[in-house]
């Protein structure tokens, strides 16, 4: 099971930053001070956002995906295998969404970060990350509950494309689907991706 905390807003929160570039880091750090939050760390590679992430608990982890020793898509997949926390990918490389996604990421925005995004970037990646501990709360474990949501986030954007509807709405349809047919949310992600496989 998955056991972490809920989030009511994002009024305040820990966060880890992990960039290696100096002058970004810590622009972005005085950006996040100004709105309230505490900085718990500043990680210049991969290896160490992992390390000081474990240590930390943050709330949230600001990744940069071009770092040092792991990048920042291995570093989100190792953590969210492990001990899942919000991570929210800030890079200069566009196609890299997908990779970022797989790796459980629960957003994903073009460096440079301006300080009127993060409010409501913050406040939408911990939403979403409170659908992603639903759907993994069912898989058992953490790496088996990053698979389950990367299949129902598939499933959830395939519905929203196809009925008009928010993410939301198409996450809450699945849901309710998947409660109907008392199954797991990553069983009827399948069936609506046409892969009815086991999970």
Request: net charge negative; charged share 25%; proline share 5%.
């Amino acid at each position: 099971m998955v056991a972490v905390q809920t989030y009511m807003d994002a009024a305040y929160m820990r966060l880890l930053i992990a960039e290696d570039e100096w002058l970004v880091a810590t622009t972005l750090r005085y950006e996040l001070e100004s709105l309230g939050h505490e900085v718990v760390g500043i990680a210049t590679n991969g290896t160490d956002a992992v390390q000081m992430c474990r240590r930390e608990r943050p709330d949230l982890v600001l990744m940069d995906i071009q770092m040092p020793q792991m990048s920042g898509v291995e570093a989100t997949r190792t953590l969210m295998e492990q001990s899942p926390v919000c991570v929210v990918v800030v890079t200069g490389r566009a196609q890299l969404e997908s990779a970022c996604q797989q790796a459980g990421a629960m957003a994903h925005v073009m460096k440079p970060l301006l300080a009127h995004q993060i409010p409501e970037l913050l406040s939408e990646a911990l939403r979403r990350f409170e659908r992603f501990k639903r759907v993994a709360a069912a898989g058992g474990d953490p790496a088996a509950g990053l698979r389950a949501w990367v299949t129902v986030i598939r499933a959830i954007h395939r519905v929203s494309d196809v009925e008009g509807l928010s993410e939301e709405q198409a996450f809450e349809r699945l849901l309710d689907r998947a409660r109907e047919q008392g199954q797991p949310p990553e069983q009827v992600a399948r069936e609506i991706l046409g892969d009815p496989g086991e999970c």
